[in-house]
């Protein structure tokens, strides 16, 4: 049997049931451990994350990427035996591929796309689907702002993410170009200020789009303040 190389993750089943009503399969959690092993590992050769520790590791990358999406989660959907829709999704920016994985862990019937304008990084997340047999997850290696001109990537994904890259507003004219009209665009922030929201709502606009929703909550361990920004496209 393989040694394990790095410490194991913390299930956190009860914690994940009461904040996202929501907790991975065993198969998952195997998945999380595995991703949770080549970050750390990569991290020798690559600066991927500064968040190595198993718990904060588990709250930081993990539980954030999925709060972000936590209403296309599938317990989430009226009826015993309902199952999500097929979304397209974009993560852009994706750097280590957060929150783009974890997403595509806890959505496998979802087409991934991992965004990021490092060439190293994205050879790393190449490697790194290729060693978990990670089917619903593309990379892409380009600029945002580039890419999303592009025929074949414009209005066409159903959710665009957007965590840590950028200025809100900056954030705002990187995804919503990618979007079908009716598509979604989440930004993770941290803290959240009036002058953020009236700055966006003014780009937003001009991007055809709106802030449909601005959800704060804390971080269940260490209770660091979040928000998520929703963006609707309202046409294409």
């Not at 949770?36 to 020798?44: D, F, H, K, S, T």
């Not at 789009?209 to 309202?234: A, Q, V």
Request: hydrophobic share 40%.
């Amino acid at each position: 049997m393989k040694e394990r190389s790095v410490a194991v993750l913390p299930e956190m089943h009860e914690i994940w049931q009461q904040t996202l009503n929501w907790q991975p399969s065993i198969a998952q959690q195997v998945q999380f451990q595995q991703l949770y092993e080549a970050i750390v590992i990569g991290n020798q050769k690559l600066n991927l994350t500064r968040i190595t520790a198993p718990e904060e590791f588990w709250e930081k990358h993990l539980w954030d990427s999925l709060r972000g999406i936590v209403s296309l989660l599938p317990t989430n959907y009226v009826g015993a035996h309902s199952c999500p829709p097929l979304h397209k999704i974009i993560d852009i920016g994706t750097g280590a591929g957060f929150p783009g994985i974890p997403v595509a862990i806890a959505l496998p019937d979802a087409e991934v796309t991992l965004l990021d304008s490092t060439q190293k990084k994205v050879a790393f997340l190449n490697s790194l689907m290729t060693e978990m047999n990670l089917q619903n997850i593309q990379n892409l290696v380009g600029r945002a702002e580039n890419i999303n001109k592009q025929p074949q990537q414009s209005n066409n994904y159903d959710i665009a993410l957007v965590r840590a890259v950028a200025a809100a507003d900056v954030c705002a004219n990187y995804a919503l170009p990618f979007l079908k009209a009716e598509g979604l665009a989440v930004l993770y922030r941290g803290n959240w200020t009036k002058e953020e929201q009236t700055t966006l709502e003014d780009t937003v606009k001009k991007l055809s789009g709106k802030i449909e929703k601005i959800e704060n909550f804390t971080t269940p361990l260490s209770h660091g303040i979040r928000h998520c920004i929703y963006l609707r496209k309202i046409n294409s």
